[in-house]
T-cell receptor, first 113, second 113 residues
């Protein structure tokens, strides 16, 4: 039972355009969400997070949107750059009584120069 | 700070052999965890620890043991390796609440033949 889903395994975007990566979750108790970026042969690195009390969080070129009623979050990258080419994972957690992070399956983003 | 370190980087085992994957962090983080990454499966939590002497199971704990005798170290033991344990293993740490992002090590690529 995949509680966090990234239904697009890959995405290609032209440099300078917007990249939108999507993530859906099934457990309505999740209340904290994170995005990680992973380059080949490296560990994931944290990108941006959002608490369930917010619907948007912005950090430079990266913005995460949360739609709790739809159990959906998205990561927007504007403008996309070739260095953004990587695999992006979303993750979700519960803040009460557990420290488990559940990750999605990842989306491979390719930014074309 | 070295951050999160993992050894070895690569390992080949025969079915039935045992080994320990090492993980250490020098950030005095309370929370540490082990994940495995398989194609199309994302990152799956194996075991985690919320502090020295405290461990708990994640999503896919079978075939693995952990212990946490110090804050710094969190080794993962494969008791009797199976081909299904061929994967890339990541160790991660964070300061101790779910509101902090995790810091990942560079990974160990394990092949079981």
């Amino acid at each position: 039972d995949q509680q966090v889903k990234q239904n697009s395994p890959s995405l290609s975007v032209q440099e300078g355009r917007i990249s939108i990566l999507n993530c859906d979750y099934t457990n309505s108790m999740f209340d904290y969400f994170l995005w990680y970026k992973k380059y080949p042969a490296e560990g994931p690195t944290f990108l941006i997070s959002i608490s369930s009390i917010k619907d948007k969080n912005e950090d430079g070129r990266f913005t995460v949107f949360l739609n709790k009623s739809a159990k959906h979050l998205s990561l927007h990258i504007v403008p996309s750059q070739p260095g953004d080419s990587a695999v992006y994972f979303c993750a979700a957690s519960l803040t009460s009584g557990t420290y488990k992070y559940i990750f999605g399956t990842g989306t491979r983003l390719k930014v074309l120069a | 700070n070295a951050g999160v370190t993992q050894t070895p980087k690569f390992q080949v085992l025969k079915t039935g052999q045992s080994m320990t994957l090492q993980c250490a962090q020098d950030m005095n983080h309370e929370y540490m965890s082990w994940y495995r990454q398989d194609p199309g499966m994302g990152l799956r939590l194996i075991h985690y620890s919320v502090g020295a002497g405290i461990t708990d199971q994640g999503e896919v704990p079978n075939g693995y043991n952990v212990s946490r005798s110090t804050t710094e170290d969190f080794p993962l033991r494969l008791l009797s390796a199976a081909p299904s344990q061929t994967s890339v293993y990541f160790c991660a740490s964070n300061p101790g609440t779910v509101f902090y992002e995790q810091y990942f090590g560079p990974g160990t690529r394990l092949t079981v033949t």
